[in-house]
């Protein structure tokens, strides 16, 4: 039997190696408890940083599905512009008596536009206005009824020229005849009158006198060759149909003006009477 001294001694040998256990084992439980706390905080940062990958992705989702909405742009109210009202411009009717009203007195001299001398009912004409006809006028017609002979029309001017005292008694007996509501429509009043200037001519076909000063000039052939072709002489119709509001005149396809070659090329091609082209 082993003496209580050598168990003692036995006893002894053994402590440092249970202490030693000891603290060995706590050490491996700090450590074990310590890797597993990191290994805890290892895990809660990767899943945080995995929340915060998930949170931004799914921010970057929003910022592209998401509709853009923009702020509406406050609109400047529109300012209306007031409309000027553009002057009612009154037809002026020229025709009858109407086309004297206000031009009552004669003048001193006679109205000439652009080298013409003009004569209406709204530019009258001095009471000693006496030119005689136009040489030059006379001349244009021989040669338009010259031309007109090769196409079978032989043409006569049976009124050019008219002084102021001819046209006076002319108009008087057509007052007399007609009264002068009708008479202040196909006929001048003295001093007023186109023939006066010597450069109005009156046509008709030779042989046909049956159609002179009357609209149905108009209707035969000679009339509307004339019509046709006056313009390339200097001469244009005067008061062409539906346009007695405006020359004053009733249609007249006898009377042609004088306004030499080129102008007459002019108010031709234009379409248009004496007034609208020079604006009288």
Do not use: C
């Amino acid at each position: 039997m082993q003496s209580r001294y050598n168990l003692l001694q036995q006893k002894k040998k053994k402590w440092p190696y249970i202490v030693s256990g000891i603290i060995a084992g706590l050490l491996i439980g700090a450590m074990v408890v310590w890797v597993g706390m990191n290994d805890w905080n290892i895990d809660k940062s990767i899943e945080k940083l995995r929340n915060l990958t998930e949170v931004k992705q799914s921010a970057e989702v929003d910022q592209t599905e998401a509709p853009i909405i923009e702020e509406p742009i406050a609109e400047e109210p529109i300012q209306e512009i007031p409309i000027e009202e553009q002057p009612v411009v009154e037809e002026v009717d020229m025709s009858g008596a109407n086309g004297y009203i206000g031009n009552e007195l004669l003048p001193q001299e006679p109205t000439v536009v652009e080298g013409l001398v003009i004569a209406s009912k709204k530019y009258p004409l001095p009471a000693d206005y006496a030119p005689g006809e136009s040489e030059e006028a006379r001349a244009a017609f021989q040669e338009m009824a010259a031309e007109a002979t090769l196409s079978g029309y032989e043409l006569i001017a049976f009124s050019t020229y008219r002084s102021f005292d001819y046209q006076t008694k002319l108009y008087d007996r057509y007052v007399s005849n007609d009264g002068q509501a009708a008479a202040d429509r196909y006929s001048a009043r003295p001093g007023y009158s186109e023939h006066q200037t010597g450069l109005a001519f009156d046509i008709g076909e030779l042989h046909f006198e049956q159609h002179f000063a009357r609209e149905s000039f108009g209707e035969t052939e000679a009339g509307k060759w004339v019509a046709a072709n006056a313009y390339k002489y200097g001469f244009i119709m005067r008061y062409p149909k539906g346009s007695e509001k405006i020359t004053g005149y009733m249609y007249e396809p006898w009377h042609f003006r004088y306004v030499g070659k080129e102008l007459s090329v002019q108010v031709y091609e234009a379409n248009e009477t004496l007034e609208e082209f020079l604006d009288l």
